[in-house]
């Protein structure tokens, strides 16, 4: 499984946009790279996917390095609503192989 | 489109009692995932069913934990006797495709999750 490094936590003010960092320095070349994230008292939700390539959906965005070794989640115009965890999972299964790590608690500030 | 739903959303037992979850995944979805997150963690996954077959349970501490999926479509998951350290949040997911299909596009939808304690 490829290991990730997360910042504990990270703050941000409202509107405005937020980079969450992730780095997978072993990645393998199948896996993709999946953002999910948890806001209190819910289960985890799917958020965004890649594999070598920048990604937009309309909650966010994800940048790829060159390498893979690298991504980062981008909100464009952080909400209250925003504040959670946020999990960086590099895999190219489920089960076993989609490891939660301890996540990036984001917090919003009004 | 109905969610995955989960009962019941709260529950507190006695150490060494038995206790019950149930989990329904989202209408035609192969592969069910039971999870369990303890404060402060990630989720760690506990079994995965596809369809009505076990896939993985390597990480299911068998000698008190069960899980099935009856026909199919709905899932149990039952601990006994229970112990202090499985309070924790228990995740019942599912996602539509089955392994074999790959992973692009074949989003986990997660239900909001079953909350144990135990005194």
Not at chain 2, 24 to 46: D, E, F, M, R, V
Not at chain 2, 60 to 83: H, M, W, Y
Request: aromatic residues 10%; proline residues 6%; charged residues 15%.
């Amino acid at each position: 499984d490829a290991k990730t490094t997360q910042p504990n936590s990270m703050e941000s003010n409202e509107e405005e946009p937020v980079h969450l960092p992730c780095n997978h320095s072993t990645i393998s070349g199948t896996d993709y790279i999946h953002w999910y994230r948890q806001l209190p008292s819910q289960g985890p939700e799917y958020v965004i996917h890649g594999l070598t390539s920048n990604v937009n959906n309309r909650m966010a965005s994800l940048a790829i390095a060159e390498d893979r070794k690298s991504s980062t989640l981008i909100l464009h115009r952080a909400t209250l609503r925003d504040a959670a965890v946020y999990y960086c999972i590099p895999s190219y299964n489920y089960g076993q192989n989609f490891v939660f790590g301890p996540g990036t608690r984001l917090s919003v500030l009004p | 489109e109905a969610g995955v739903a989960q009962s019941p959303r709260y529950k507190i037992i006695e150490k060494r009692q038995s206790v019950a979850f149930w989990c329904n995944p989202i209408s035609g979805h192969a592969t069910l995932y039971w999870y369990q997150q303890i404060l402060g963690q990630g989720p760690k996954l506990l079994i995965q069913f596809q369809n009505n077959g076990v896939v993985d349970d390597s990480q299911l501490p068998k000698d008190r934990f069960s899980a099935e999926r009856l026909k199919g479509v709905d899932s149990t998951l039952k601990i006994q006797p229970a112990k202090l350290e499985d309070s924790a949040v228990y995740l019942c997911a599912s996602s539509l495709l089955s392994l074999r299909q790959g992973l692009s596009g074949n989003t986990i939808y997660f239900g909001e999750g079953s909350w144990l304690t135990v005194v």
